[in-house]
């Protein structure tokens, strides 16, 4: 209804000469197909009938007719208008001009038949996939949000989903908790299902339930259905709602299709509304509770006495999410091209375990494991195994915890280390400060060999470090050294009287939800058959080593230290890699602060053309790196011993980590080396500016 260009209240646009050939064809222009919406619905049919208001379609310029309430009828009623004189044969030729045309163009006169075996390359591609999703997540909704229901509380949470349905379909609101599940796998999750054929004794027992509930979500398979007369929920329904929402716990109601049921209903906590209820939405509702994805979404139409047109509330992204590389904005070929020479390097035996996290600081691109624990294992390598980082340890937990000190106005870096470690200060290290310790040009010799002089006891090379001497003058060299990274995971146990390994669960992975990340002791009797094995071990008898530390200095010190030690997996350091590129935030947290990430992850300006930063290497001008050649100057990452790496360029918003035991059976493998700086590469080349490219 258009009253402004036709004003006739019977006649609607459809049939409306004024609007479809005056102003579509004479004034706009266009000759293309014009073609009806149903003319089975009301707005047609309330006055006129099935042969008036087919003739009337075409009097009005309209070429193809759809959804009549009977065609036979209305092909009698056109035949009969072109004998009477009231429709022309030309014009009944303009329209059939149109459509052989328009198929001409399409190549159908030539090829009228699909080729089915295409149709898998051309319908419902990766690409169509990745376009729909995008479309669902910016089509949310938010049109309430009491107390900041939504996205969930992060701490585990008992969520009851109750699913409505106005048809009886068992399988309504499965595929929605198996999505909420596995956007928000911390909470505990029951689901009911209530349809019209419902019981009232069901809707008792949900309501009795529901008192037991912290969240309860209320996904609404609603349609506005034709000639339903009404587009509310049900009697029932609303009821049930209504008494629902007297529980306590807060309610957040989704509307998967129908966003008028909020009518008549008391306010739910939130409520959300998503559109359709395809499978694309219900993955992007079940991300935007989990706060995994932003809601930004307006609403397109009046919802009488509640919203108007263009409503809508903003949330911001909380968390990172598992997705696609084109959500990533990475080319569809990056998983392709990654796996490839992941299962060509373990091929070529540089390593048979691996894992491999890419993506952005909102979006993992691609997470996923290759291989198996060793060359004879059958236990595959997931996303979840843990890997012996090695050296990652200096810069995944004591280079946090130092930072975590510096803010917290407990550690200076300009400090000397003997300032919160006296015995340290001893032969000339006196003036030794935290700074030149984490940029590797304190004076201290790289490593001891600490078994070869008969030192295997934890306390002993302690004190051993603690009364041993500088070997150059500081800020004068740069030696990467094992020593000083022990001595600062010391210092942290001294400043915050916790242990080492409690403290970084503490502060710093419990926080980004490093759930599986962690320190093993030492002399454990057997192997963990659960975690990647790195070499077989003659020179101490240890044998396969799986499930306590491979570094040997780590090992004597009990299996914590401040240079190795560290466990992890890909999914837990991809978590770290983004708080970084996310200028120090995760989860709705400011864990660290901007200045402090830009302070330790900066090259640290220096005399000695070192690359350093705090703690990190940066990546080398020129000459090799396992960054590769396509990263930044600004990139900041660390290796491990055990052929582990991770590298962040700041500037393009990328992580890449790689996780091997390339040790295996033997620490004399070199194969890793050019594979570092390969898939840094990959994952650079890949990146795409502009999102929309990857669907031209």
Same mark, same amino acid.
């Given at each position: 209804?258009?009253?402004?260009?036709? &004003?006739?209240?019977?006649?609607?646009?459809?049939?409306?000469?004024?609007?479809?050939?005056?102003? /579509?064809?004479?004034?706009?222009?266009?000759?293309?197909?014009?073609?009806?919406?149903?003319? +089975?619905?009301?707005?047609?049919?309330?006055?006129?009938?099935?042969? !008036?208001?087919?003739?009337?379609?075409?009097?009005?310029?309209?070429?193809?007719?759809?959804?009549?309430?009977?065609?036979?009828?209305?092909? #009698?009623?056109?035949?009969?208008?072109?004998?009477?004189?009231?429709? $022309? !044969?030309?014009?009944? +030729?303009?329209?059939?001009?149109?459509?052989?045309?328009?198929?001409?163009?399409?190549?159908?006169?030539?090829? &009228? =038949?699909?080729?089915?075996?295409?149709?898998?390359?051309?319908?419902?591609?990766?690409?169509?996939?990745?376009?729909?999703?995008?479309?669902?997540?910016?089509?949310?909704?938010?049109?309430?949000?009491?107390?900041?229901?939504?996205?969930?509380?992060?701490?585990?949470?008992?969520?009851?989903?109750?699913?409505?349905?106005?048809?009886?379909?068992?399988?309504?609101?499965?595929?929605?908790?198996?999505?909420?599940?596995?956007?928000?796998? =911390?909470?505990?999750?029951?689901?009911?299902?209530?349809?019209?054929?419902?019981?009232?004794?069901?809707?008792?027992?949900?309501?009795?339930?529901?008192?037991?509930?912290?969240?309860?979500?209320?996904?609404?398979?609603?349609?506005?259905?034709?000639?339903?007369?009404?587009?509310?929920?049900?009697?029932?329904?609303?009821?049930?709602?209504?008494?629902?929402?007297?529980?306590?716990?807060?309610?957040?109601?989704? $509307?998967?299709? @129908?966003?008028? %049921?909020?009518?008549?209903?008391?306010?739910?906590?939130?409520?959300?509304?998503?559109?359709?209820?395809? !499978?694309?939405?219900?993955?992007?509702?079940?991300?935007?509770?989990?706060?995994?994805?932003?809601?930004?979404?307006?609403?397109?139409? @009046?919802?009488?006495?509640?919203?108007?047109?263009?409503?809508?509330?903003?949330?911001?992204?909380?968390?990172?999410?598992?997705?696609?590389?084109?959500?990533?904005?990475?080319?569809?070929?990056?998983?392709?091209?990654?796996?490839?020479?992941?299962?060509?390097?373990?091929?070529?035996?540089?390593?048979?375990?691996?894992?491999?996290?890419?993506?952005?600081?909102?979006?993992?691109?691609?997470?996923?494991?290759?291989?198996?624990?060793?060359?004879?294992?059958?236990?595959?390598?997931?996303?979840?195994?843990?890997?012996?980082?090695?050296?990652?340890?200096?810069?995944?937990?004591?280079?946090?915890?130092?930072?975590?000190?510096?803010?917290?106005?407990?550690?200076?870096?300009?400090?000397?280390? #003997?300032?919160?470690?006296?015995?340290?200060?001893?032969?000339?290290?006196?003036?030794?400060?935290?700074?030149?310790?984490?940029?590797?040009?304190?004076?201290?010799?790289?490593?001891?060999?600490?078994?070869?002089?008969?030192?295997?006891?934890? +306390?002993?090379?302690?004190?051993?470090?603690?009364?041993?001497?500088?070997?150059?003058?500081?800020?004068?060299?740069?030696?990467?050294?094992?020593?000083?990274?022990?001595?600062?995971? /010391?210092?942290?146990?001294?400043?915050?009287?916790?242990?080492?390994?409690?403290?970084?669960?503490?502060?710093?992975?419990? &926080?980004?939800?490093?759930?599986?990340?962690?320190?093993?002791?030492?002399?454990?009797?057997?192997?963990?058959?659960?975690?990647?094995?790195?070499?077989?071990?003659?020179?101490?008898?240890?044998?396969?080593?799986?499930?306590?530390?491979?570094?040997?200095?780590?090992?004597?010190?009990?299996?914590?230290?401040?240079?190795?030690?560290?466990?992890?997996?890909?999914?837990?350091? $991809?978590?770290?890699?983004?708080?970084?590129?996310?200028?120090?935030?995760?989860?709705?947290?400011?864990?660290?602060?901007?200045?402090?990430?830009?302070?330790?992850?900066?090259?640290?300006?220096?005399?000695?053309?070192?690359?350093?930063?705090?703690?990190?290497?940066?990546?080398? &001008?020129?000459?090799?790196?396992?960054?590769?050649?396509?990263?930044?100057?600004?990139?900041?990452?660390?290796?491990?011993?055990?052929?582990?790496?991770?590298?962040?360029?700041?500037?393009?918003?990328?992580?890449?980590? %790689?996780?091997? @035991?390339?040790?295996?059976?033997?620490?004399?493998?070199?194969?890793?080396?050019?594979?570092?700086?390969?898939?840094?590469?990959?994952?650079?080349?890949?990146?795409?500016?502009?999102?929309?490219?990857?669907?031209?």
């Amino acid at each position: 209804a258009l009253p402004e260009l036709e &004003p006739d209240a019977r006649v609607p646009a459809t049939l409306s000469p004024r609007i479809v050939q005056d102003i /579509l064809r004479d004034d706009l222009g266009f000759d293309g197909l014009v073609v009806t919406d149903a003319l +089975d619905m009301n707005g047609v049919t309330k006055h006129f009938g099935v042969g !008036e208001a087919a003739v009337r379609t075409l009097e009005a310029g309209v070429d193809v007719l759809l959804m009549t309430r009977d065609e036979y009828a209305a092909r #009698a009623a056109i035949l009969a208008a072109v004998e009477e004189g009231r429709l $022309s !044969e030309g014009r009944i +030729d303009e329209s059939l001009d149109r459509i052989l045309s328009t198929k001409r163009t399409l190549g159908l006169t030539s090829t &009228p =038949q699909v080729d089915l075996d295409a149709l898998r390359d051309r319908v419902s591609t990766l690409d169509h996939v990745a376009l729909n999703d995008e479309i669902a997540r910016r089509s949310l909704t938010l049109l309430s949000n009491k107390d900041t229901a939504v996205p969930l509380p992060r701490e585990r949470s008992n969520v009851l989903v109750v699913a409505l349905n106005d048809a009886s379909d068992p399988d309504a609101g499965r595929y929605f908790l198996r999505q909420m599940r596995a956007s928000a796998p =911390q909470h505990s999750y029951s689901l009911a299902r209530l349809d019209l054929s419902s019981q009232p004794q069901e809707y008792s027992r949900v309501l009795a339930d529901a008192s037991a509930a912290d969240v309860i979500v209320v996904p609404a398979f609603v349609r506005v259905r034709a000639w339903s007369g009404r587009i509310d929920l049900s009697d029932m329904h609303q009821l049930f709602l209504n008494a629902l929402m007297q529980k306590g716990a807060p309610v957040v109601l989704v $509307s998967f299709g @129908n966003p008028y %049921l909020i009518s008549n209903l008391d306010a739910p906590s939130a409520y959300l509304a998503a559109f359709s209820w395809s !499978e694309s939405s219900q993955r992007a509702v079940a991300d935007a509770l989990a706060g995994t994805s932003a809601i930004s979404g307006r609403l397109p139409v @009046n919802i009488p006495g509640t919203y108007a047109f263009g409503d809508g509330m903003s949330v911001t992204q909380r968390s990172p999410r598992m997705g696609t590389p084109r959500e990533g904005q990475f080319s569809p070929t990056l998983s392709e091209r990654v796996d490839s020479l992941m299962e060509a390097s373990i091929a070529d035996r540089a390593f048979p375990a691996a894992a491999v996290a890419i993506g952005r600081p909102d979006v993992t691109a691609h997470l996923k494991g290759y291989g198996y624990l060793t060359y004879e294992s059958e236990t595959p390598v997931t996303t979840h195994t843990l890997f012996d980082v090695a050296s990652l340890t200096k810069v995944v937990a004591t280079t946090p915890a130092i930072m975590r000190l510096v803010e917290d106005g407990k550690m200076d870096l300009n400090a000397p280390l #003997a300032t919160y470690l006296p015995e340290f200060g001893r032969n000339g290290k006196d003036k030794v400060t935290v700074r030149q310790i984490l940029t590797h040009t304190a004076g201290l010799k790289a490593f001891y060999q600490f078994y070869d002089q008969g030192i295997t006891d934890r +306390d002993e090379i302690i004190e051993f470090i603690f009364n041993d001497s500088l070997r150059y003058e500081p800020d004068t060299r740069y030696v990467y050294s094992d020593l000083g990274m022990m001595m600062l995971a /010391l210092a942290v146990e001294r400043v915050s009287g916790e242990a080492f390994e409690d403290f970084v669960q503490t502060h710093i992975f419990a &926080p980004l939800g490093m759930s599986r990340s962690g320190f093993r002791p030492a002399g454990g009797e057997g192997t963990d058959p659960s975690v990647v094995p790195t070499e077989v071990d003659e020179a101490f008898g240890r044998g396969l080593v799986q499930g306590e530390v491979h570094d040997e200095r780590a090992w004597m010190l009990g299996g914590v230290a401040g240079h190795a030690g560290l466990f992890s997996c890909a999914e837990d350091l $991809s978590l770290f890699a983004q708080m970084l590129l996310n200028e120090g935030r995760l989860h709705g947290q400011q864990i660290f602060k901007p200045e402090t990430v830009e302070r330790f992850t900066a090259r640290f300006p220096n005399a000695i053309g070192s690359d350093r930063a705090l703690g990190w290497d940066t990546k080398s &001008p020129e000459g090799y790196s396992s960054a590769g050649s396509k990263f930044g100057s600004n990139s900041f990452g660390h290796t491990g011993f055990t052929g582990t790496s991770m590298w962040m360029d700041p500037d393009a918003d990328l992580f890449v980590i %790689l996780l091997t @035991n390339r040790v295996y059976p033997t620490r004399d493998n070199k194969k890793h080396v050019p594979i570092r700086p390969a898939i840094a590469d990959i994952a650079f080349e890949s990146m795409i500016d502009e999102p929309w490219m990857i669907y031209r």
